[in-house]
Structure formats: C-alpha cells, structure tokens
C-alpha cells in the first residue's frame, strides 16, 4: 500500500511498504527460473514487479505530487540484483548500502550475510534522510528461539518464549531517520517577501 504522511499540514512523503515474489517454488523452465547466476528463480517477475511500481509512482497515485517517497519491504532480492538495480536505474537510493557500506546486513541464509529488506529513497527525499540502519533483534537469533512451533516440545514452547522483539521475524527491520523539509516557495521577479 502507499501511506501519505502528513505533518502540520505542510511536510508530506509517501511511503510504499511492498513484498516482492520470493525465490521459492522454482518453475522448471522460463525466464523465472533459476538461470543460475545467483538470483535465485522468480527473478524476472521480481524484475517486472520493480518496473511496475517506478512507473506507478510516476503517476503520483495518493493524488498528491510530491516526489518524495520511500520504498520499504521484503523485496526478496539482493543488493547487487536486477530487481535492486531497476530502483537505483530509477534514481532511487539503497539506504542500507549508502549508511552502513558493505558490512549491510538483515538476514542471514546458510551463514552468508546480505539483505533482502530494503529502504529506498527517491532523490529529493534522500537528501532529508537522517540516517539508516537494520535494528538487529532476528537475523543473528539462532532459530531455535524463533516464533515457529516446529521441533519444539510443549515445554520449549513456553520456555523458550520471550514477550520481547526479539526473534519475531528471521528479517532484521530497517529503521530510517528522515527530517522533512517544507519545500521552499517558487521565486518570482514580481513578488516581494516580507
């Protein structure tokens, strides 16, 4: 969905929160497959998905237009893949990678570290951006405290339960800091400023 905030009447973004295909459930043939080259299957549609809202977001769909926006979710791809790369074609700027450099990361699959969570910003709104980081409290749990009852007796399930944030997710949560600036009024020769 897409919120518009509004603060005081006059700071406004909008923020996109959206979950891209995942890579399981490989078709067997087709460009969704898994064609090897580290993206897992589905990347196409993941690819399509990208395209799809940049040219959504052109449209200013909340009906206000401001170029100022934030793309959340689980997008269900890596920093250097396709579907990452359409947002950063399309101006927009990875967060994590901008604010934390290479040692960005929000999930952790067979002990290799990356992110598939992501904050972009589009470029007007990247330069009222405070800062960024993934709010480390699931990816480094171990997953025998996570939220499923798989492999766990009656006991553990309440031993092991903790009413904290801790392992709610196996996804770090990305928190960004962002100081709206009211846009500055257009200049003309023939008005006076008082």
């Not at 078709?27 to 990208?50: E, F, I, Y």
């Not at 709010?135 to 025998?144: F, G, K, L, R, T």
């Not at 801790?166 to 996804?171: E, L, N």
Request: net charge negative; hydrophobic share 40%; aromatic share 10%.
């Amino acid at each position: 969905g897409v919120a518009d905030v509004v603060a005081g009447g006059a700071l406004r973004l909008q923020v996109v929160d959206h979950h891209l295909k995942s890579k399981g459930s490989c078709p067997n043939s087709g460009p969704d497959a898994d064609l090897g080259d580290g993206q897992g299957c589905w990347t196409a549609a993941r690819v399509a998905a990208a395209e799809a809202m940049i040219d959504w977001l052109a449209t200013y769909p909340t009906g206000v237009v401001d170029d100022d926006v934030l793309i959340t979710g689980d997008l269900n791809s890596y920093a250097k893949e396709n579907p990452i790369q359409v947002f950063l074609d399309a101006g927009y700027v990875d967060l994590h990678s901008h604010f934390e450099g290479d040692d960005a990361y929000g999930y952790v699959f067979d002990g290799q570290w990356g992110y598939l969570d992501h904050a972009l910003a589009s470029p007007s709104l990247f330069e009222q951006v405070t800062g960024a980081a993934s709010y480390h409290i699931n990816a480094d749990e171990p997953s025998v405290l996570d939220y499923n009852h798989d492999f766990k007796s009656p006991g553990q399930l309440v031993s092991l339960y903790a009413p904290d944030e801790f392992r709610t997710s196996d996804h770090d949560p990305v928190v960004v800091g962002i100081g709206l600036a009211a846009p500055l009024p257009a200049w003309s020769p023939t008005e006076v400023y008082d």
